[in-house]
């Protein structure tokens, strides 16, 4: 059985193992449909989830790889966990129970404590019972949340209560821890500003010099510099005067997209000052419905003016109106009239051209019957084929059927003409 170590939480976690034979412990494959569990803590908890084997790696046998997904739920930081072969054989003899590796997830960095909280709040934890009674005891140290609620933050404890145990955090948590919380406090080392080589600092003092350029600063410990002195400074910096680099550099720049805004500006205001002062607004835009109803109203208003005017000027003239009566009477007889009926003059023209149709067909039904006793008939397949008198151009086609109604060209009942 290997460590492998302690691994920050969500790490893929590798590791190799062999199987050898019990006579002469030569390689041999691990058979038995091989199954890799992880158990936590010492406990019996135990899961299939994580890890994934590799059986005779490379087509080696006995020579086998596995790795270890650690971002289940199942893997929490604080803890430490077992390899164990749980299904699998050797040789012909069972391993179940055989500890192939052992590792750790952030349990081996020194921590000043380890417990599990008694509540929690938005800016406070409430540290087990058996914590330090001394106000201030865990201040300016680091407390992290490694299982139950809330687990995988972190957060600074900037106050610290003996007597009620509650750690004030900076800043809130996400999620509050509660009773089921798993805490860890390490030391975490910090820079108090407020004091360097024993001196207390003021704000002045912190930022004692500022850098321009070259190292080129101004003291700020007695008075801070006035606009003229930084004029002055950046004037002398070579670095900041620089034509191509510096200052001057970025001013003409400046002064080139300047003028090429007021530019366009000027163009836009040109055409804007065409528009009206106050023009509608969109909505003060009839809708189409709106216009289309006016422009009703006022056709009809101007075909009244229409109708009176023309009925004006008929009267005047002596014109008489149609008499109404009089047209209904004939419309009524001209109703019953078919829809295009022949000129009175057509009546000996359709006379003949029946006559002369009756006649072509007569002449057309002859020669079919010419044809038809004129010509060869030949049977082919179930069809019953008929030819004029040249014996080649066909002129009719039948399906031939027995008594019942099945193809046959041996046993015809009845024939039924299918071409033309």
């Known amino acids: 059985m290997m460590y492998l170590g302690d691994f920050p939480l969500g790490q893929q976690i590798p590791f190799w193992f062999n199987s050898h034979k019990f006579s002469d412990a030569s390689m041999i494959t691990l058979a038995g449909s091989p199954v890799l569990s992880v158990y936590k803590q010492g406990s019996t908890t135990e899961t299939t989830t994580g890890p994934s084997l590799s059986v005779d790696y490379d087509s080696r046998p006995g020579m086998h790889y596995v790795t270890i997904d650690t971002t289940d739920a199942f893997y929490v930081a604080g803890c430490d966990y077992a390899v164990v072969l749980t299904t699998g054989t050797v040789d012909g003899v069972g391993q179940v129970g055989e500890v192939l590796a052992q590792f750790s997830i952030r349990n081996r960095t020194p921590s000043i404590r380890r417990a599990t909280a008694q509540a929690g709040a938005a800016g ?188 004006t000027r008929l009267a005047s003239a002596g014109y008489t109106a149609p008499a109404n009566s009089d047209i209904s009477v004939i419309k009524a007889k001209t109703d019953n009239l078919p829809a295009s009926p022949a000129a009175v003059g057509s009546a000996m023209t359709l006379t003949s051209a029946y006559d002369a149709a009756k006649t072509a067909a007569a002449a057309a039904d002859i020669a079919f019957v010419v044809d038809r006793l004129g010509g060869k008939t030949k ?37 039924s003409r299918v071409i033309p």
Do not use: H
């Open 124 to 311: 406070t934890i409430t540290l087990d019972s058996s914590a330090s009674a001394v106000d201030d005891f865990y201040n300016k140290t680091l407390i992290f949340v490694v299982g139950g609620t809330g687990i995988g933050q972190s957060r600074l404890i900037i106050d610290y209560t003996g007597s009620s145990k509650i750690a004030n955090i900076s800043p809130n948590w996400i999620t509050n821890p509660d009773n089921t919380s798993v805490f860890v406090i390490l030391p975490a080392g910090y820079v108090d500003v407020g004091y360097l080589a024993g001196a207390a600092q003021t704000a002045r003092d912190v930022g004692a010099s500022v850098l321009v350029g070259d190292k080129t600063g101004f003291a700020l410990a007695t008075t801070p510099p006035t606009a003229a002195e930084i004029r002055t400074e950046v004037d002398a910096n070579s670095k900041l005067a620089n034509v191509t680099y510096g200052l001057a550099a970025l001013k003409t720049l400046l002064d080139t997209v300047t003028g090429y805004v007021d530019t366009e500006v000027a163009a836009i205001k040109a055409k804007t000052d065409n528009l009206p002062a106050n023009p509608a607004a969109i909505g003060d835009i009839p809708s189409a419905v709106t216009i289309a109803g006016q422009t009703r109203t006022e056709l009809a208003t101007e075909l009244a003016r229409i109708d009176a005017a023309i009925s």
């Open 379 to 415: 049977i082919v397949g179930n069809q019953q084929i008929c030819y004029k008198a040249d014996n080649v151009t066909e002129i009719c086609r039948f399906d031939l059927k027995d008594a019942n109604g099945n193809a046959t060209m041996t046993s015809v009942y009845e024939k």
